[in-house]
């Protein structure tokens, strides 16, 4: 063969002449002729075989030449040759490449052949590509999800044929057909004609798709065998960055690319190369490229979880750009470190390099836990989760990385907080501690501890060893006598001593025969010397030279002289520093001193890993409750996925029974009536498989495993969780579990005392038991009897709590009823229920048991809900538990009264108030309000309800009755009767509530009724602090007037006056808070009574004691949010609370002006109202409390035009402002306003009212601030209004407005104003004599009126609001302790009252 062919640069460099010998394409054949010119090529192949490509050479390129014409069959045809042509190669080439007999023509002939078939199948097989992608593109799914059909079909099949090229191209370039070239040498364009058809074909969007994966792999594998034999490395390296910064698709194909290179081609250099060139790229590169920069850290990621161990010695490249801008690449690296901790430098066999790098690794990644990114500190948070859960985290890093989690628990970020929470559940889930000891129990045994290893210390001091001389000092001590010895020795001696040297000699050998080398010999030497045996030490160094007379030590022996004997014992008895401790030693050492000083140094090693033990783990106990208390409280955030997963971590801590646990799920309880569904829906979860999917072999054991979670969670709970915690049993007994009723047995078990156990699970399991109730009646109905038994026999005396629950759970099976609308459930009064609840009440009177009063509020109900004439029972029970307590001061000595003398008793309370038991007399008073209250309710629900009831069935009575009318007829008058009968019920529904109302009003509190008899005991009590001074007495005292005030308007009215001086003058703050509470029932009840005194309710928020400002702040709360009490400017109070110290006070007002936002302009009419108030120079408050305040008042106000009447209306409040301070409270109000362009136009506008002031510095600055604020991002016109409009606040505060304004700036000022009094009407100024206001004093409501409301108000005459004071107890008369009649506010304006139905209703 005389021609060569050479692979070209573009494809119609072959019809072009060429070089000397070189191939040229003679025919190209037109795109009609090819069919019959491919025949002949297909039949040369089954003749000639592979070979044939030299002769047909010219048709394959025509097809190629004419792609874009030629008929898709063409194409396909010659694909399938040119794969059959490099298939047959691939086979036949074997043979040839181990001959040696070969020619160079055959050789020659076979490369040809080699570069044309694939050059061909190459350039070919890139054009299919191209045509595939445009066709997915045009033939894309369309709306109506059908791929368009046109010419492409054949195309279709093209992935298979892909994988046959890229099979076929791989099994020819596996052969090392380098010897076909002259010297191997591969020529470049033949190695990228196949490179390019291989980056061509990955350029394909979908090539990461999983269906690509065999197109994927076999590109791989054919660059792989490109890169290992054919020097393709580098420029492998430079396309796959080139790649990578034009397809972000292809990071996860190059990264598994380049792992499969490193591992299974063995050329790891090609990681190196990679990574360099990444590594090498500056921060303003990665910068401008922005999808460079995602498909490259995306790539560094995935390669270092597939090679980790390979990126280990390019890590310092990497670890540059954690330095850089790019977010990405930092957390890219941050994931490749974290890849390595876990799967390279993670155990306990590591080097010290090893160990280096990793605590190298884990500072680099605790550093970016306080990345400037919020994305890059997530992602390290998810490494460190990784970490922990493979258990790669060393002891010692522990605690600092659990402390830093803790930390980004106050992140801004919400996702960092999430993955915060995360990793410490991993840390919890995977600890080395021990989670259940609290670090408070950790103490005692650290401290126990500790003093041991202090003992142990001690002792091995105190067993210090002998003074210890230098070697050198004892060897200048021995030196002259063994000088004489040495000297002795080496002198010749006749036969006699000869015979006795040998004999000594041969004694020191057989002394010496363990000495098997000359270390031992000279330790050997050493102890002789010490022990002061000169001769035998002289004759075994001699000896010792002879035996070892190559050892250093000896070597100066050669010549025996005295001075260089001398010099060898100098030697060996003084040693150097790397001598061993025997010849430091005094004495030999024994074995038996060894092994006892080794037992010491175990067991202090032993106590000193234990005391760290214990630090470390108390440590860890410290943090995690740290997390439990932080993460608890975001329990409660408004951001929906935190809150998931904070009860997350709650369930976790608390499966593996960490110290303190039961907090987080309790807390997580109210969750449950989240409006939120995934909020809620997580809750329940939650719960369902902390306590609803107990673990036990037997079905028993899971309800005991269930009812001992539930009872924990119900010991010592509050009222509200006892509410949630109901609502997840409820759940449980609704769900038809198949272990209800094995639990239902386990309660009553616990109950009755079958089972020992706690008097708090036996309550526990009585309320248990109520809740299931509410599930299933019959679960406590059917055993009424065993409950009056157990907690209310013969010793219900000594547990009062026991009996209260079982009440409670009592009254459980009267809800059914209550709902229904059938006849109420009582039982006769004679029942055994009630004759046990009398008596217990009764009997409890006259104890002192602290838990009597809550048993009898919940007894007294119980009476009223189930029982036959509830009245008549609860007047016997008032006049036993009278006849009692009467016994009982008879019993004290005085004489004996009868039960009709108690009508007297509030007359002869002087006689017998000293002789009566305060706390039973209190507890009697007590029964008397609770039988007041529930004989109102009873009235009220019960009562009308079952006369409604009545009525109805009565009217369906009548109507079954009546015969039928014709159908005309009734057609004619059914609009009629509809409207006939519906006045009636409606006056039907109002005689009734006005016979409830006159019932309360004439009959309950009647000379006749026994609840008038104790009226003015309780007025007595109340009114005389001084002569019934005792807590208890006055606090019940106090609460039962209040009950007794619900019965009617007369009642409220005639002791109101009363109810506020105990208010006001109470030293006792659980009676102020009681009475606050009780007012706002009051208030509730009878609006229009209570309305005039509105003021001194707000006045307890000022209380000093913070149990009275939070009972106050929560009722006033209700009373506002609920629309009973108008807003007015007292909220100004509320907003005080805003800095009060109590921190849950604070919440409570910071959640009263969250939810008064939520109302319409609500807090938008009261802010003016409220900065005049606080700005109060009588009030006396700070500037910074005041900017406090301010601060979160006007972050609820979000409406450009709310802003933009807001600084029109403080700034015309500048007129009456009177002091210095009051300027500057209101310059800093408009500061903290979210200005906008209008807002600024209409400051402007009010120049006058605030120019004057503006020399003051605290008016200026915070002017000053909004201009700041104005000009960022402002546009450019109106940038420099704000300028012109700073300078001239500068101007002014700098040389005063009279040196300032020029007449131009007058008249511009004029005309401002003139504008400004069209749009508001011009505020007066205040006239002389003008009361400031004072605190507590009620302001005309703004809330009603339009925008206009908070223009300054004119003048108003007032009249002086009454000053009450007080006078002591112990002072003036009994009755002077009630307010005068003079006192008294008077209603002002009347508060319409709803309808008594619509109350009921609610």
């Not at 593109?137 to 492409?152: E, L, N």
């Not at 009261?1166 to 006396?1180: A, C, F, K, V």
């Not at 006078?1367 to 009994?1374: G, K, L």
Request: hydrophobic share 40%.
């Amino acid at each position: 063969m005389s021609w060569d062919f050479f692979v070209p640069v573009c494809v119609g460099d072959l019809v072009k002449t060429g070089g000397i010998n070189q191939y040229v394409v003679q025919d190209v054949v037109p795109p009609k002729q090819l069919p019959p010119y491919l025949s002949k090529f297909k039949a040369s192949l089954r003749s000639q075989g592979p070979l044939c490509i030299l002769e047909h050479f010219d048709t394959g390129y025509s097809v190629l030449q004419h792609c874009n014409s030629v008929e898709l069959g063409v194409k396909e045809d010659t694909l399938e040759i040119l794969v059959q042509v490099v298939s047959g190669l691939a086979t036949s080439l074997p043979a040839l490449l181990v001959s040696t007999s070969v020619s160079a023509d055959e050789r020659k002939e076979k490369l040809n052949a080699v570069k044309m078939s694939v050059y061909l199948l190459c350039k070919l097989t890139e054009n299919f590509e191209s045509d595939s992608y445009r066709q997915s593109i045009v033939t894309a799914p369309g709306k109506g999800g059908k791929k368009g059909k046109g010419g492409g079909e054949g195309l279709l099949q093209w992935d298979s044929e892909r994988e046959k090229v890229l099979q076929a191209l791989v099994q020819l370039l596996q052969l090392d057909i380098r010897s076909l070239w002259s010297l191997s040498l591969v020529e470049e364009e033949f190695i990228s004609c196949v490179t390019c058809c291989c980056y061509k074909l990955l350029e394909n969007p979908t090539i990461s798709h999983v269906k690509s994966k065999p197109t994927r792999d076999g590109i791989i594998h054919l660059l792989g065998v490109l890169i290992k034999k054919y020097n393709h490395l580098l420029g492998a390296s430079v396309k796959v960055i080139q790649l990578l910064q034009h397809f972000e698709q292809l990071s996860s194909v190059f990264a598994q690319a380049v792992s499969v290179w490193s591992t299974e081609y063995g050329v790891r250099a090609i990681i190196g190369e990679v990574i360099r060139e990444i590594g090498q790229r500056s921060s303003e590169e990665l910068a401008r490229e922005a999808s460079g920069v995602k498909a490259f850290a995306s790539f560094i990621a995935e390669l270092g979880s597939l090679v980790p161990e390979l990126v280990i010695p390019n890590i310092s490249v990497l670890i540059t750009h954690l330095e850089g801008e790019s977010h990405s690449m930092r957390v890219a690296v941050c994931e490749v470190l974290g890849e390595i901790l876990v799967r390279v430098l993670c155990g306990d066999g590591l080097d010290e390099s090893g160990k280096a790098d990793r605590n190298r690794f884990f500072d680099t990644l605790q550093e970016h836990l306080h990345d400037t990114h919020s994305h890059v500190r997530a992602r390290v948070l998810q490494v460190y989760t990784r970490i922990v859960n493979s258990k790669a985290l060393p002891l010692c890093k522990y605690s600092e990385v659990m402390e830093l989690a803790v930390g980004r628990l106050m992140d801004k970020s919400i996702n960092v907080v999430k993955n915060a929470i995360q990793l410490l559940a991993a840390f919890i889930a995977h600890n080395p501690y021990s989670c259940k000891l609290s670090s408070a129990d950790l103490k005692k045994p650290l401290a126990k501890e500790t003093a041991k290893l202090r003992e142990i210390k001690e002792q091995l001091e105190g067993k210090t060893p002998m003074a210890v001389i230098k070697a050198s000092e004892l060897w200048a001590a021995m030196e002259p006598e063994l000088l004489v010895t040495v000297t002795t020795a080496l002198e010749p001696t006749s036969e006699a001593g000869r015979e006795q040297d040998n004999e000594d000699d041969d004694r020191v050998v057989e002394e010496n025969k363990e000495a098997e080398d000359d270390r031992a010999t000279a330790v050997k030497v050493a102890q002789y010397l010490r022990v002061n045996k000169y001769r035998d030490a002289v004759r075994l160094c001699i000896r010792a030279h002879t035996c070892f007379p190559k050892s250093e030590m000896f070597a100066s022996l050669s010549t025996l002289t005295a001075e260089t004997l001398m010099d060898t014992l100098s030697l060996i008895f003084k040693g150097s520093d790397e001598d061993t401790s025997e010849l430091s030693q005094n004495l030999p050492p024994t074995p038996q001193k060894e092994a006892e000083k080794e037992g010491e140094d175990g067991e202090l090693k032993k106590q000193e890993m234990l005391v760290q033990y214990l630090k470390d783990t108390e440590t860890f106990a410290l943090q995690v409750e740290r997390a439990i208390s932080v993460i608890n409280t975001m329990l409660y955030l408004k951001t929906t996925s935190v809150v998931q997963e904070a009860v997350q971590f709650c369930v976790t801590v608390c499966e593996f029974s960490v110290a303190n646990s039961v907090s987080g799920v309790r807390k997580m309880l109210p969750l449950v009536w989240s409006t939120d569904s995934a909020i809620k829906d997580a809750v329940v979860q939650a719960y369902r498989r902390l306590y609803l999917n107990p673990q036990g072999e037997t079905i028993r054991m899971k309800a005991h495993t269930l009812v001992d979670s539930l009872s924990e969670l119900m010991v010592d709970a509050s009222l509200g969780t006892i509410q949630c915690v109901e609502e997840i049993v409820q759940e449980f007994f609704g769900s038809g579990s198949n272990l209800q009723s094995t639990v239902v047995q386990v309660l009553w078990e616990r109950f009755t005392g079958k089972r020992e156990t706690s008097g708090l699970r036996r309550r526990a399991a009585v309320l248990l038991l109520g809740m299931a109730a509410r599930a299933e009646r019959e679960v406590v109905l059917s055993n009424l009897d065993t409950l009056c038994s157990v907690a209310l026999g013969e010793k219900v005396t000594e547990d009062f709590l026991l009996a209260r629950d079982s009440v409670i759970t009592i009254c459980s099976i009267t809800d059914h009823v209550r709902q229904s609308k059938g006849a109420p459930f009582r039982l006769p009064q004679d029942h055994q229920l009630f004759t046990c609840l009398t008596q217990a009440i009764a009997d409890g009177v006259v104890m002192e048991d602290p838990y009597w009063q809550s048993f009898m509020e919940q007894a007294v109900r119980l009476l009223y809900f189930m029982a036959e004439s509830p009245d008549q029972l609860c007047t016997r029970l008032l006049q036993r538990s009278a006849r009692l307590l009467l016994d009982q001061i008879a019993e004290g000595g005085e004489l004996n009264k009868d039960a009709s003398q108690m009508q007297d008793v509030s007359k002869e309370s002087n006689e017998q108030g000293e002789q009566v038991n305060c706390v039973c007399m209190a507890q009697l008073l007590a029964l008397c309000g609770c039988v007041a209250f529930w004989q109102v309710s009873h009235l009220e629900r019960s009562v009308s309800t079952e006369l409604r009831r009545r009525r109805g069935e009565k009217e369906e009575r009548e109507e079954k009755e009546k015969g039928p009318s014709s159908k005309a007829k009734q057609a004619a008058n059914e609009s009629a009767m509809e409207e006939e009968l519906g006045l009636i019920g409606a006056s039907a529904e109002d005689t009734e509530a006005e016979l409830i109302r006159k019932i309360c009003e004439t009959e309950l509190l009647a000379e006749e009724n026994l609840l008038s008899a104790f009226l003015p005991l309780l007025v007595k009590v109340c009114s005389s602090p001084g002569h019934y001074s005792h807590p208890q007495l006055t606090t019940a005292a106090c609460l039962a007037l209040s009950q007794y005030m619900m019965i009617s308007p007369s009642v409220c009215e005639e002791n109101i006056r009363l109810m506020f001086t105990v208010l006001e003058r109470s030293t006792l703050p659980v009676v102020r808070a009681n009475a606050i509470i009780a007012l706002g029932d009051l208030t509730v009840r009878f609006p229009n009574i209570l309305e005039p005194w509105t003021q001194n309710l707000y006045a307890r928020l000022s209380d000093e004691v913070p149990s009275v400002r939070q009972t106050a702040v929560t009722v006033l709360t209700q009373l506002v949010l609920k629309d009973v009490l108008k807003v007015k400017g007292q909220v100004s109070e509320v907003a005080v609370l805003l800095i009060d110290p109590e921190p849950h006070i604070t919440s409570l007002a910071l959640n009263f002006f969250n939810e008064l936002a939520s109302k319409d302009n609500a807090i938008y009419n009261l802010l003016p109202d409220i900065i005049s108030r606080l700005s109060d120079p009588e009030r006396g408050m700070t500037s910074e409390d005041f900017n406090t305040i301010m601060k979160q008042l006007f972050s609820y106000i979000t409406k450009e035009r709310q802003t933009e009447s807001l600084v029109e209306k403080l700034c015309q409040r500048f007129r009456t402002a009177k002091t210095e301070r009051q300027w500057c409270d209101l310059a800093m109000s408009l500061s903290l306003l979210s200005m906008c362009e209008r807002g600024f136009k209409r400051l402007q506008e009010c120049w006058e009212c605030y120019s004057d002031k503006l020399t003051e510095p605290g008016v200026y600055q915070p002017l000053l601030s909004i201009t700041t604020r104005l000009r960022r991002g402002a546009k450019a016109q109106f940038k420099a209004q704000v300028d012109e409009f700073e300078k001239r606040l500068t101007a002014v505060h700098t040389r005063g407005l009279e040196n300032v304004e020029s007449p131009e700036m007058h008249e511009e000022n004029q005309g401002g104003v003139r504008s400004s009094e069209n749009a508001v009407t011009c505020t007066p100024l205040p006239a002389r004599g003008r009361t400031r206001s004072k605190r507590g004093q009620a302001k005309p409501s703004v809330s009603g009126r339009g925008d206009d409301s908070f223009v300054t108000p004119r003048k108003s005459c007032k009249s002086k609001k009454t000053v009450i004071t007080f006078s002591s107890d112990e002072e003036e008369d009994e009755q002077d302790a009630v307010m005068a009649e003079s006192e008294t506010p008077k209603v002002t304006t009347p508060i319409s009252r709803t309808s008594r139905r619509a109350r009921l209703r609610n």
